[in-house]
């Protein structure tokens, strides 16, 4: 049946006719039974044509993938590029032993689709978070855990299997299309956990590759260094290379994590590696600001700043807006307009902030959907949040889950017009 979905897929995508999602899977995230009408003004200049100097795009994965309206939207939309938000994630190309010998097959398919639509919307590709301390499969956190010299060795041979096949896999995919492809690849995602201090920092995050590698003589992990290594010798020269980070926007965090990011593009810059740009989640929380009303973004851009003078690009990869601190459909469009409006504006006051990323474009495949309804995820939501005590399916994307653009929508094309 998959192969069978796959095939349909690939046919109709001559007319941008992708096939629905299963059941089961558009069936794991909430309805938003509530949704609010909004007559967005026109005409209205698709998001990817505001801007002459600052890229923007959309991540995808599946099954909004396979969603033939949202694909519309997207199109619609003329995005400068699509980024592959989870097919590159190791646990998901190699959730068995035996995947790593391979840079094909059956779980690379998701990669696959995702570069057929960018073909047919003549667009390149970005790639994202080819190594993070999370969503690893159990057989490697198992052989991880062991610490023996022997496992340690096994581990960093797999790590750099990984990056060999996922660009041998693009090379293969660029000659046989005569086009390029990734041009730009997320090589660590999430370095730092914010939510565990070491010496008044945010502590490294743990997992597999942080107990195989350990610390380099410079303090940093030593598979971060590998990464960009790993990135530069078996990638083209035309791939930017970067790190993203997460949590660099907010009051409550961003201060510690700032200065931990700004001390590790330092210490990669002296090492000599290959660090062409700096990713910058955003996943906005206004519950997590100090004047959430009243956002003040200063501190922010000053950081943004300080990136810049590195001579590094700066990437906005994941934006969205968390709305579970209020009830009301109208207030949490609001609110979610206002912070994409204002939010984007400051960063664009910064030059080197050159590509602009929607996580999801549409409320209905949001990742703070997935899984089950909203009494089911928000429970521990709530908890690390600030959610309200029993909040709504969230609608922090600027298109809602019926496809139609909402305030936030608009807001984000004002903000990109700022240059």
């Avoid at 086009?179 to 999430?190: D, H, K, P, S």
């Avoid at 920092?201 to 997992?207: D, F, H, I």
């Avoid at 959610?387 to 969230?394: F, L, N, T």
């Amino acid at each position: 049946m998959m192969d069978l979905t796959r095939r349909t897929y690939l046919a109709g995508l001559a007319t941008l006719a992708l096939m629905p999602p299963r059941p089961s899977a558009a069936e794991s995230y909430c309805n938003d039974k509530s949704g609010a009408a909004y007559a967005a003004p026109k005409p209205v200049l698709p998001l990817g044509d505001i801007s002459p100097r600052t890229l923007w795009g959309v991540a995808l994965a599946s099954p909004a993938l396979y969603d033939e309206s949202l694909v519309q939207a997207i199109s619609a939309e003329r995005p400068k590029f699509l980024a592959i938000a989870n097919a590159l994630k190791f646990g998901n190309l190699y959730p068995e032993p035996a995947d790593i010998d391979a840079s094909e097959g059956k779980s690379w398919r998701e990669c696959d689709d995702i570069v057929a639509l960018a073909k047919r919307l003549r667009v390149p590709l970005r790639g994202d978070c080819l190594a993070w301390n999370e969503w690893l499969p159990k057989w490697l956190v198992d052989l991880a855990q062991r610490r023996d010299e022997r496992s340690k060795d096994t581990v960093m041979q797999i790590y750099q299997r990984h990056f060999q096949n996922v660009f041998a896999h693009f090379r293969r995919l660029e000659t046989s299309n005569d086009m390029t492809l990734l041009r730009w690849c997320g090589v660590i995602n999430e370095p730092f956990n914010p939510w565990i201090e070491e010496n008044g920092a945010p502590a490294w995050r743990k997992g597999a590759w942080l107990n195989a590698f350990g610390l380099a003589s410079d303090g940093i992990p030593l598979y971060i260094h590998q990464a960009f290594v790993f990135g530069e010798r078996f990638g083209s020269n035309a791939i930017s290379l970067f790190l993203n980070e997460t949590y660099c926007d907010n009051d409550r965090f961003g201060p510690k994590v700032r200065l931990a990011l700004l001390r590790l593009v330092d210490a990669l810059q002296r090492a000599g590696r290959k660090v062409d740009a700096i990713g910058l989640e955003c996943h906005l929380m206004p519950q997590w600001m100090n004047e959430p009303d009243k956002p003040d973004w200063k501190p922010f851009v000053g950081f943004i700043r300080e990136l810049a003078r590195r001579n590094v690009e700066i990437y906005i990869t994941e934006l969205d807006v968390n709305d579970c601190s209020l009830n009301s459909v109208a207030e949490r469009d609001a609110q979610v307009a206002a912070y994409m409006d204002s939010f984007v504006t400051a960063a664009l006051q910064v030059p080197a902030v050159t590509m602009v990323t929607n996580w999801d474009l549409s409320d209905k495949y949001s990742w703070l959907r997935g899984d089950a309804s909203p009494s089911d995820v928000f429970p521990s939501l709530g908890g690390w949040a600030n959610c309200v005590s029993h909040p709504s399916c969230p609608r922090p994307d600027p298109y809602d889950q019926n496809m139609h653009p909402k305030a936030a929508r608009d807001a984000l094309a004002r903000a990109l017009g700022v240059r």
